[in-house]
């Protein structure tokens, strides 16, 4: 089983960034199918970014946020990021991380993401 903790959430301006951790434990990032997804208020939860495992990853992204946000990971720390850049009032919501392993998803307890207009 993997641990999942989110950090980085916060209030900040349409236009401004905003960088999510990821911190796991249990199993290594490097060898982890990981990402996040997003749920605003009243919304279903949205996928927003994945890394895949191994040396030769690939990184996914919504249509919504592909240019704008960009997701990666650091092996010696752990952890996965999501650098959100340009944000805009409807990327306000609470944002979780995932973890896949051998057909089971993990999820994190979320962070809040609030941008203001």
């Known amino acids: 089983q993997v641990q999942l903790a989110e950090s980085g959430g916060g209030l900040v301006q349409a236009g401004g960034s905003l960088r999510l951790s990821c911190a796991a434990s249990?199993?290594?990032?490097?060898?982890?199918?990981m990402g996040w997804f997003r749920q605003a208020p009243g919304k279903e939860r949205e996928f927003v970014a994945t890394?895949?495992?191994?040396?030769?990853?690939?990184?996914f992204y919504s249509e919504s946020t592909k240019g704008r946000f960009t997701i990666s990971r650091d092996s010696a720390k752990n952890t996965i990021y999501l650098q959100m850049n340009s944000l805009q009032p409807d990327d306000t919501a609470v944002y979780f991380c995932?973890?896949?392993?051998?057909?089971?998803?993990?999820w994190g307890q979320g962070t809040q993401v609030t941008i203001s207009s």
């Open positions: 890394i895949t495992r191994g040396i030769a990853f690939s990184r």
């Open positions: 995932y973890a896949d392993v051998d057909g089971s998803r993990s």
């Open positions: 249990g199993r290594t990032v490097r060898s982890t199918d």
